[in-house]
């Protein structure tokens, strides 16, 4: 019997898991079985686990760091009985591909929109963390990456629970015209909710502001990112 895949999604208020099935079908002809398995909501790690027949599997956290969650909660949630057969991968916000992906959606966006890239702005949004500003560090990266590839005249990471934050966007940045992208691999509520609130509170005269769908919801194009970590991480 072939490998088994475990993909690992944060979960959370107001996620119904469909961004993260739609991935794990996407990845099906490529394993003996896919379980998708939440964080926080069901099913948990250790439940889907539990119903894998694969003698090897292959865990993808589907988490923008490592961080905390991936070092401290995900190993709790993993029974030491299981963890023979697992094979623990990166999460796939580490992924080096992440900001070509990012990339393309953005550019995709402006050309449907008709966009002047040097009169536009891309914000990423992120969580962070009030008590470790490092939580950033990743979305920090992408924006610095998605500077150097010259995506658009600005690029900045934009934070809900540390500075700078989400509802500064427009002092964060000077083109009138912005994408804001989401960096959330789990659509849960505070993605759907409370980002489109913080960034569209109010109109501002001479600036527009466009919401990218978050990245969770990209599954075409992460489904080859979690292939080539699983690559990398059996060569």
């Avoid at 796939?92 to 995709?108: F, K």
């Avoid at 993605?191 to 489109?196: C, G, Q």
């Amino acid at each position: 019997m072939g490998a088994g895949l475990l993909l690992v999604a944060h979960g959370g208020r107001g996620d119904d898991g469909t961004a993260t099935k739609r991935l794990a079908r996407a990845l099906m002809p490529h394993f003996t079985e896919v379980q998708v398995s939440f964080l926080h909501g069901r099913p948990s790690p250790a439940e889907a686990l539990a119903s894998m027949q694969a003698p090897l599997i292959h865990l993808v956290p589907l988490l923008a760091a490592q961080g905390w969650t991936g070092q401290e909660v995900l190993p709790e949630c993993l029974p030491s009985g299981e963890r023979h057969r697992l094979i623990m991968h990166p999460p796939i916000g580490e992924h080096s591909g992440l900001p070509a992906m990012v990339r393309q959606m953005t550019a995709q966006m402006m050309e449907r929109i008709g966009l002047d890239k040097w009169r536009t702005a891309i914000v990423l949004l992120g969580h962070g963390s009030g008590r470790n500003p490092a939580a950033g560090s990743v979305v920090s990266r992408l924006a610095a990456s998605l500077g150097d590839l010259g995506c658009a005249a600005e690029t900045r990471a934009l934070f809900l629970s540390q500075a700078p934050y989400a509802q500064d966007w427009a002092a964060a940045v000077a083109q009138p015209d912005v994408i804001a992208v989401p960096c959330f691999f789990s659509v849960a509520s505070h993605v759907l909710i409370d980002l489109r609130r913080l960034m569209e509170s109010e109109a501002i005269p001479g600036r527009r502001l466009w919401m990218a769908p978050p990245l969770a919801v990209q599954w075409r194009r992460l489904a080859p990112l979690v292939l080539d970590l699983v690559q990398i991480g059996s060569s």
